[in-house]
């Protein structure tokens, strides 16, 4: 049943039902497996063009749940190349053949994309002998980001920059534009300048976390390694203050030994705007105001 959660009123203009933005969150999990929080995808729409953010474990299985047949997702962008964020491109490339997609999909990427999909074409290539010899089918086509910083879809603008996680030098986060509105998309990363250029007095900011007990942190030098790849809460409120977006959702959280409210409180300790954790099929209209909704339970 649909959960109404909270509107904001932002400001007032006419913007019919049609030139709304919409962001569903697919997953908004990390690389440990969780039913309740599948792997990290975003999935934007605005009028008859969607676009995927990161294809993580069990998109499909969101993407069934919210009736989509992915004849209309053609460009899919992936922030980084560990395997949380592209492990479903195959399940959905697959699939997608299955329900008979007319169009190919563009994969865009970091360096190394054209490998993976090329790896992944090597994998399946029984399958598709099985199914489609002699047949058409819907292909991946995989582009670098190298070769393109903004990519223009029929309506949506995707401005590609580059993030800061730690040791992964090709991972990046996304700002979507559309007419006067703007999303941004962190990706994995710790305090980025980027990040906060890019999200300045943005509509909505979707950003990860990472926040641990005291007694974790100490007890565990992998977790310490983990937790300088990510942002802590007090980074994200600096990013907060310093960027000041109209909403900002938290998403793909680490969190280990404290909880959801725990990390609402610490921000709002430092930090007054409106903040919330994402959940799975928890859906986002973005128009004249932030309408947010719960599709799931
Ligand atoms: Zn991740
Ligand atoms: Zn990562």
Redesign the pocket.
């Known amino acids: 049943m649909t959960k109404y959660f909270f509107i904001l009123i932002l400001f007032f203009s006419n913007v019919s039902a049609n030139e709304l933005l919409n962001i569903t969150f697919l997953g908004t999990g990390t690389p440990r497996p969780n039913i309740n929080k599948l792997g990290p995808s975003v999935l934007v729409k605005v009028k008859n063009e969607e676009i995927m953010l990161d294809v993580g474990r069990g998109t499909t299985l969101r993407l069934n749940q919210i009736g989509n047949n992915y004849s209309k997702i053609n460009n899919i962008y992936i922030s980084?190349l560990?395997f949380d964020?592209i492990v479903g491109v195959p399940d959905f490339w697959l699939t997608s053949n299955l329900w008979q997609k007319k169009t190919d999909t563009n994969i865009f990427g970091p360096v190394g994309i054209k490998n993976f999909c090329k790896g992944l074409r090597q994998s399946y290539e029984k399958d598709f002998e099985y199914r489609y010899s002699g047949n058409t089918h819907s292909k991946i086509i995989c582009h670098n980001y190298s070769e393109k910083k903004i990519i223009k879809n029929n309506f949506l603008e995707v401005k590609i920059f580059k993030n800061n996680?730690g040791h992964?030098e090709n991972?990046h986060g996304f700002k979507i534009i559309y007419n006067n509105k703007s999303i941004v998309y962190s990706g994995?990363t710790t305090y980025s300048k980027e990040v906060v250029k890019n999200a300045k007095n943005c509509d909505i900011l979707i950003h990860e976390v990472i926040a641990t007990s005291k007694k974790m942190r100490d007890n565990n030098k992998k977790l310490r390694s983990v937790i300088s790849t990510h942002t802590t809460i007090s980074q994200l409120s600096k990013i907060l203050n310093e960027s000041n977006p109209k909403l900002t959702i938290l998403n793909h959280a680490l969190l280990f030994g404290v909880s959801e409210k725990f990390v609402l409180n610490e921000i709002k300790e430092s930090y007054d705007g409106k903040v919330i954790f994402s959940k799975d099929m928890m859906s986002v209209d973005l128009g004249d105001e932030i309408n947010v909704f719960n599709i799931g339970n």
């Open positions: 980084h560990h964020h996680h992964i991972s994995d």
